[in-house]
């Protein structure tokens, strides 16, 4: 990469990240009375967007003046890769241990008897932090690449570059009403929250508000750079990675501008990025890493004419599940039934707990967030038909780029439909 090229790159990068970053504002809704109101219990626990940002760009635009990725081979960026991932992993082992000691009740004391593992985990830090910047570079050239040949790169190359920095990420306070699910706020909370702190702002908030809340973790941020979670899992990475790049992306058209302005356009957003995101990163995977590719499928298993011994127990689908349960309680609210709707919820949380499904809370809150991700018919989302409506899209387009050409114009739902109309 020539100086110029450099000096280019760094001015696009600053400016894109401080738009970005204005679009995001301290949450990821427009400012409202209710939200403020909520925000009196977060203020001193929010997520600092800013010192990231700042601190994310430097190390970006430090390494990137290096140009180092721009000479390492196809097997080399893979190794760089792999090397990188199974760091990751040692360290959530070592982290994971670590908890262990400290809250096991019969270690007499947990500071000597952690040492080894604190040792070994600044050591695996160390490494970490050699080696991150150079992968997350590698990544991002992956993604470009692919961009490029799903023709995303509408003016020669991706607007905004595919830029991510992996980190440990905020926690998302979400908040409905009881008497419809909607998302009224999405306030980043700091990383070294607890769980207990969770609960006692959820109880503070949704007593003094009569609201539900919520805390979930979230894998990604549409900052600039992308805020990542960092994970073993490289089909999941690739997939966020390019999930949150398509929400840079739309944030410099109609229907990013408009992300909060309602639910249905935060619906269409969520869905249009996760049907992108799959799609990109499963072709990063099949280009640079074939092995990962994911098993076809199995057909389906012929049932014996003869009987059998014994019943077989009918095969778990969460999506399925959670479908029934969405459309109960959307209809139970419908009614005015908020008391028992409620009570419905946590009748099948517990359900889906004694099925493997560990579910701190199911309310409103809950589907107003992981309702929005609808690239998949059922599921959380239930009958809602903005998900439908974008997946329709996506199957008359004639390719991804059309599909995001196409519904980067979208303003609201009833344009949507109109696109899809026969």
């Given amino acids: 990469m020539s100086w110029w090229k450099r000096i280019k790159y760094f001015v696009q990068v600053i400016f894109i990240g401080g738009v970005l970053l204005f679009a995001l504002g301290p949450g990821t809704v427009p400012l409202s009375d209710e939200r403020e109101q909520i925000r009196a219990y977060t203020r001193a626990i929010e997520f600092d967007y800013i010192d990231w940002t700042i601190d994310a760009l430097l190390t970006k635009l430090s390494f990137a003046s290096l140009g180092l990725a721009d000479y390492l081979n196809r097997e080399e960026q893979r190794q760089v890769v792999f090397e990188y991932l199974d760091l990751v992993g040692q360290i959530q082992t070592a982290e994971y241990q670590l908890s262990l000691i400290y809250t096991d009740p019969n270690v007499a004391d947990p500071e000597k008897t952690a040492a080894p593992v604190t040792a070994q985990l600044e050591d695996l830090y160390r490494q970490r932090a050699e080696i991150q910047p150079l992968t997350e570079m590698v990544i991002q050239q992956m993604v470009t690449k692919v961009i490029a040949e799903e023709e995303l790169d509408f003016t020669g190359q991706p607007v905004p570059q595919v830029m991510f920095h992996s980190t440990p990420l905020p926690w998302a306070l979400i908040v409905s009403p009881r008497e419809i699910i909607q998302q009224d706020a999405n306030i980043s909370l700091a990383v070294d929250q607890t769980i207990e702190d969770h609960i006692r702002l959820e109880e503070q908030i949704s007593t003094s508000q009569d609201v539900s809340t919520l805390v979930v973790p979230i894998g ?57 995101g799959n799609e990109i990163g499963a072709a990063v995977i099949a280009e640079f890493f074939p092995e990962f590719i994911p098993p076809p499928p199995q057909p389906p298993v012929e049932q014996s004419p003869d009987p059998l011994p014994e019943a077989v127990p009918p095969v778990f689908d969460f999506r399925a599940e959670m479908f029934e349960t969405r459309v109960k309680v959307d209809q139970l609210l419908i009614e005015g039934k908020i008391n028992q709707a409620e009570s419905y919820m946590e009748a099948r949380r517990e359900f889906f707990w004694e099925h493997g499904y560990h579910i701190r809370k199911l309310n409103q809150a809950y589907f107003a967030f992981y309702g929005a991700y609808a690239d998949s018919p059922g599921g959380s989302a239930g009958e809602d038909p903005v998900g439908g409506a974008v997946r329709e899209l996506r199957a008359q387009a004639d390719s991804l780029g059309d599909f995001i050409e196409k519904i980067a114009r979208v303003k609201s739902f009833e344009q949507l439909l109109s696109l899809v109309a026969p």
Avoid: K
């Fill in 220 to 276: 990604g941020v549409g900052t600039y750079p992308s805020m990542i979670a960092q994970s073993t899992n490289l089909n999941w990475l690739m997939e966020v990675v390019a999930h949150e790049w398509i929400h840079n992306y739309l944030t410099f058209n109609p229907l990013g501008v408009r992300y909060g302005e309602s639910p249905e356009l935060r619906t269409i957003n969520e869905t249009t990025a996760s049907i992108a």
